[in-house]
């Protein structure tokens, strides 16, 4: 079948991608997942792309290279991991454009010899099986395609590669539209889903036809396109062709030289014998005249081997065109510079230079020589050219002479022996510049100490326009106005926090009013308990005893009356101590009888209760009635269900309590304590540990020996720990208490911000999710809200979703009797605002915030500004509203706090903002000075006190924590058989051999205990005879032999031992073991997007039965946030109907239904008393009558 036989189906494929491309999301393709850093670009997408961009011109190369490498490194610098192909069947497309030709092959060898890209070309075809098989190795995230290209015929051809890439599951992203920020890359990317796939499935056959006959019409097309220039030489002819003339000038320089005079000297050989050949008998251009214009051409050479970039950017611009016949042997040309570089790889070891192949032609160049020549002078020697340029010249043309054997081209000199023109004539060949006067353009002469010392000597060497320029003038005001107050109206100007609405007035003392606050603000409170459980702390003002003015007197009733007070508390405190003990025992008590019952329910009582217990004593206690009922209970499962298979739930909630117990108290366990812990361990079947804690302990006989057998968990102690303790393993904690926190024991790094806010310093603080940075912002709070009435902290969200969660975070946590028209915490938003001016803690977003700090009126209000916190400052990085997180950065005077997960440059940040609090150093210094110097000491109080300068502190740090407290593990969700599985999956397996080789393992790629264990077991299987199995077993690593408890430093120390190794595998040739290992670690599961919009109620069901709930569920739109929500509504109020038609809950809004009613019944006899009252008459005439 041939190409028009398939026209119905290109037409379909073409609008089924159309159809596709509206619903392509504009999101970021980089840097969010491990996996999404290796992605492929086609080629000839990318050359197509670069291109097509406005401000190319055709016959610039080395503006096409710029292009192209600025593409590329907008991908790199944002992280970005990736393979160019070319594909060998996408040459066809350019048989009608032979300059494309050449250039593509030039940009090949660029790529593949200037860069360390990785440049695949040995791909026939998309539907080959050698890039299916590419596709299944290295699982690229996504495939960057042009959706368009420069013919019909190769839109085809990239609708082909798209079609297939869906098929292969890889994501399709269009070339053009990319746009990028500091920390992101956007573009339009269209996913593989359940309904791309399904096309080519269905269509794979008549895919299969289509691609070949659409391949055989370009190869058709290319014997059209060569035989106009070559006659009956076929494409295999001029190959040898080519590679005859290359090792021709191989023996004449084969010390070798710059590709830019290999290209030169054979493509204008070449190009002439073919004239010779074939066209000096047609209607063309003499054989004389073909030979000037080579002349030209070598001569163009010439000067770009010598002429700086400064100079080329500034030739004229030529719009003459080239006259047809001209044009013709310019095609020939190009098409012989497409077979010289085609056949380069066959040259072996001659040293060519290929560093200049992006500057092979330069059209704008040529046509100047050429016009200089046709227009400008007519006599030799019109050129004054220089020696070195000279030289070349003659060089180049001397040996083009040698190359050609069959005629004589004649001598480098004159450059032109005919008359005959190669540019059209015009009136105008030059592109003129208009000659109309420009407007004088510069800056506004003023004077400003503060911006003369900023800038400098920049000033000098700007343009500044005189006094007497006509727009000076214009802009200079013509009455002075108070900047508070309207210019006309003289009323107080308005900003945008006026206008943003208010739902209550914040002033009113309307009883109405103050209700709603009332349970506006229980509200919150509610709403912040069920985001954290803590416990609400009263906050009341710090106040300093200052000496009384009375004397010795003053001084001893002072230090009397704390002495009785104490002695007070102490006689209290006696009979409280008792009460607590006497509570304590009951509760151990009850959790003692709690684990008796409900082994799992009790030990959640008895880690409730060792959060809440201050003595150490009373937890060991605790701990060792954990560890008995649990041993307990494990021997009793070992004599029952224990002989089948092991439930190793309860070994496990052992060896929790045995780490607590060395870990935690080891100076105040006793020796019996310890041996029991010992027997315990023995009994589980860790004997080298159980003697290494008593050395006393030693099975007596065989019978005791096969009686330990029965309860041991049958693998060592390091493999049961990583396997099954995973995330109850310890991490290496302080032990000393510090006395600012008292809910937990912080760590160094948490100290040094508490040290920051106590200091007053600023900091950046870049901690993983979940790792405890934000109580330094409560803290903050908590220390401003001490202080006194007035200090305001401001604390900063990206978004109003987390400014409405801090802001009931903040009414949860804290609570303070504040003066009349005080409030604790309010919010501003472009939607709503509430309490912003009259609160101590404003939730606000960034550009609402710099509304207040920039508006002339609110400046009392900024001046209450005691701390700023940033939260999510990576969105600095961002395109959008960055400019507001930058200004504010600026222009805030007081300390800050910098909260973020994920910045690249913590450093570079930290440095640029402390050179920004040097700045308010310098400039308050320069203030004081001023002050003092004019004898203004009121003023100068005045002015430290308004801005709290007296304490604060200039400095800014760095606090880091790198080690994330909880551990991530990754599953893949999917249907099967109308149900949602969850299947694991092992970070490895999102790896290739190919970026770990190239790459190395993603820094942000960290393993689980158990993925460690698993990552092991895999190697060995990979590999039978591993040297280094033995050393890397769990049980005989050197950080967990004979250790009872393994820390989490340890199992990441193992970690990073296995990550080396297998890098190791792949640099010492086992790539095939390595391979298999990935294999082995990747899921078989299948997810079908299709059936999990539909099935997202099972979802949340299957989350539910698993004790996963509660969870958070990513989506990208706001419509599919509701349709998810209504189809979980819908599901539940099913589920609830069906199930329990008569549940609790109905018989409860039955019951309030009744109780309605009696209301409603006792209301209307109580407005018939009322009435009867209000009318006694009317009441005894009925009552007599």
Known sequence: MGLEDHAVFFRKMTKFILYEMPKAGYSSILNDFVESNFFVIDGDSLLVTCLCVKSFKWGQNLHFFYLVECYLVNLMSNGGQFSIVFFKDAECAYFDFPELLSLRTALILHLQHNTNIDVQTEFSGCLSQDWKLFLEQHYPYFLIVSEEGL?????????????????????????????????????????????????????????????????????????????????????????????????????????GSDIRRVLCVTSCSLSLRMYHRILVHCNHLSLQEVEDFCRLHCLCVAFQLHLPLSQRACSRVITSSWIRASDSFLKMNKWCEHFILGNLNILGSWNLDLNHVSDLYDEQLLKNIAFHYEFESTQEPHLNLGDSIKRDYEHLWNFVSQLVKEFDVGKSFPVRTRTQHFLTQKESVIQEISLEKLPSVGFIPMTSAVIDEFVGDVVKDLPILKSDAPVVPSLFPQKTSDELLHWHAQRLLSDDYDRIKCHIDEQSRDPHVLDFLKKSQ???????????????????????????????????????????????????????????????????????????????????????????????????????????????????????????????????????????????????????????????????????????????????????????????????????????????????????????????????????????????????????????????????????????????????????????????????????RLPAGRILCGAFTRDYRHNALNSQVLI??????????????????????????????????????????ELLLVIIRCPFLILSATIDNPDLLTKWLHSVKQYWKWADKIMQEKFISENQANECLNFLKDHSYKNQSYEVRLVLCGERYNDLEKHICSVKHDDVYFDHFHPCAALTTDIIEKYGFPPDLTLTPQESIQLYDTMVQAWETWPRAQELCPEEFVLFKNKVVIKKLDVRKYEENLQAELTNWIKNGKVKQVKRVLENLSPNSSSNSKDMVNMFPLLVEKLRQMDKLPAIFFLFKNGDVEKRAGSMCAFLEKTETKSYPHTECHHYILDINKELRKVERIVEEEKKIFRSRSCPEKNWISVTA
């Open 844 to 885: 606000t977003v960034p550009e609402c915030f710099e509304i207040l700090l920039l508006a002339p009126h609110r400046q009392k209000w900024v001046k209450r500004i005691r701390y700023v916190i940033f939260d999510e400052v990576h969105y600095l990085g961002r395109e959008v509203g960055v400019k507001f997180w």
């Open 151 to 255: 013919s019909d015929l190769q839109t085809y051809l990239f609708n082909f590669l798209i079609i297939h890439s869906w098929g292969m599951k890889v994501n399709v992203v269009l070339s053009s539209g990319h746009e990028s920020d500091t920390l992101r890359l956007y573009a339009h990317i269209m996913e593989s889903t359940e309904r791309n796939q399904t096309f080519l499935k269905k269509n794979e056959t008549v895919i299969q036809s289509a691609y070949k006959s659409l391949i055989q019409h370009l190869e058709e097309r290319r014997i059209l396109a060569l035989a106009p220039y070559f006659k009956q030489l076929k494409w295999n002819d001029m190959m040898e062709e080519a590679c005859r003339t290359l090792s021709l000038l191989q023996h004449l320089w084969p010390e």
């Open 522 to 816: 229980a509200y919150q409170q509610f709403y912040g308990k069920s985001l954290e459980s803590v416990s609400t702390k009263v906050i009341s003002i710090q106040t300093t005893q200052q000496k009384d003015s009375s004397g010795a007197s003053g001084e001893i009733l002072q230090n009397i009356k704390p002495q009785k007070v104490t002695k007070k508390k102490k006689k209290k405190s006696i009979p409280e101590d008792q009460n607590k003990e006497q509570q304590n025992d009951d509760l151990v008590f009850s959790i003692e009888e709690e684990i008796k019952n409900n082994l799992l329910s009790g030990i959640r009582k008895l880690e409730d209760f060792l959060t809440s217990c201050a003595s150490n004593s009373a937890k060991v206690g605790v701990e060792m009635l954990g560890l008995i009922a649990c041993f307990k209970a494990w021997k009793e499962h070992c004599h029952g269900e224990g002989k089948i298979s092991k439930d190793l739930n309860i070994a496990v909630q052992m060896m929790k309590r045995i780490h607590s117990l060395l870990e935690r108290y080891p100076e105040i366990l006793e020796a019996e304590q310890q041996q029991y812990i010992a027997k315990c361990l023995n009994y589980l079947g860790f004997n080298d540990l159980a003697n290494s804690l008593d050395p006393t302990l030693v099975i007596q006989d065989d019978k005791e020996k096969n009686e330990g057998n029965k309860y041991s968990i049958g693998m060592g102690p390091a493999r049961f720990q990583l396997q099954y303790m995973g995330h109850y393993l310890i991490r290496d904690e302080r032990k000393d208490p510090d006395p600012r926190v008292r809910d937990f024991i912080p760590d160094t790094w948490q100290r040094e911000l508490l040290d920051v806010v106590d200091k007053n310093e600023s900091a950046v603080i870049v901690a993983p999710t979940s790792s405890g940075k934000t109580y330094a912002s409560y803290y903050c709070m908590e220390k401003v809200l001490r202080e006194s009435d007035d200090g305001v902290v401001v604390y900063v969200a990206p978004t109003k979703a987390v400014v409405a969660q801090v802001a009931a975070s903040v009414q949860n946590r804290f609570t303070k």
